[in-house]
């Protein structure tokens, strides 16, 4: 029969020479492979005493912003469920009332904010989709836990500390030009509560 292609190759069944036949040489070139990683660097770590060192810009738990004066910057657009490929985000709307404008930076915001951390698998896509830059992940890591019900994460353990010490800082997860445009306070979006009114 003809062979649809050249790629096929003829085996040969040959006899085993002798250095084949008992193996030896075969296991000790093994060996010497083996031996050989004895003296490499190892890969391995032992954490939790050992860990590595993050990159700027690892996905950790996520942090939900304050602005300048320590306004929630989320409006609950609900864009991050959206985005969200496991959705693993949940929120609920409520509508701020007059003198709540320190506490909350638009006039809609979220009254209740849920991330299942089990069914996300922290691919940063709603840090991509908030036009609010409201929701960033950061190099802090969840927890683990006994109970599964302590992974969905409501706003209590999401929006940051409204203290200055508590705040946590997302610059490094910002690109140069994200940078340079919040320096621009003519637009609307840089604009905090006090200066609008
Ligand atoms: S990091 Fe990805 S999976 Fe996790 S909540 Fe955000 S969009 Fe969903
Ligand atoms: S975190 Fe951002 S995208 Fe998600 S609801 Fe709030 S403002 Fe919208």
């Known amino acids: 029969m003809l062979p649809l292609t050249n790629r096929s190759k003829v085996v040969v069944k ?3 020479s002798l250095s084949e036949k008992i193996y030896l040489p075969a296991i000790i070139s093994g060996m010497m492979i083996t031996f050989s990683h004895f003296f490499k660097k190892k ?3 032992q954490y939790p005493e050992q860990t590595r060192e993050f990159s700027a810009i ?28 496991a959705e693993a985000i949940t929120m609920t709307s409520a509508e701020r009332k007059p003198g ?15 991330i299942n951390m089990l069914r996300c698998i922290f691919c940063g896509d709603c840090e991509d989709a908030c036009p609010k830059e409201a929701i960033f992940l950061t190099d802090r890591k969840v927890d683990s836990e006994y109970n599964r019900g302590l992974f969905t994460y409501g706003k209590d353990i999401l929006v940051e500390g409204i203290e ?5 800082d997302v610059t490094k997860r910002q690109t140069p030009e994200v940078l340079e445009f919040k320096k621009h306070k003519e637009f609307d979006h840089n604009v905090v509560f006090e200066k609008k009114k």
């Open 164 to 168: 200055k010490e508590k705040r946590i």
């Open 58 to 85: 690892w996905r950790g738990q996520h942090v939900l912003k304050r602005d300048e004066i320590g306004a929630e910057r989320c409006t609950s657009c609900g864009l991050c469920a959206v985005a969200c490929p």
């Open 14 to 16: 040959k006899e085993m």
């Open 100 to 114: 709540e404008e320190h506490l909350y930076r638009e006039e809609k915001y979220a009254a209740t904010y849920e």
């Open 43 to 45: 890969p391995t770590i």
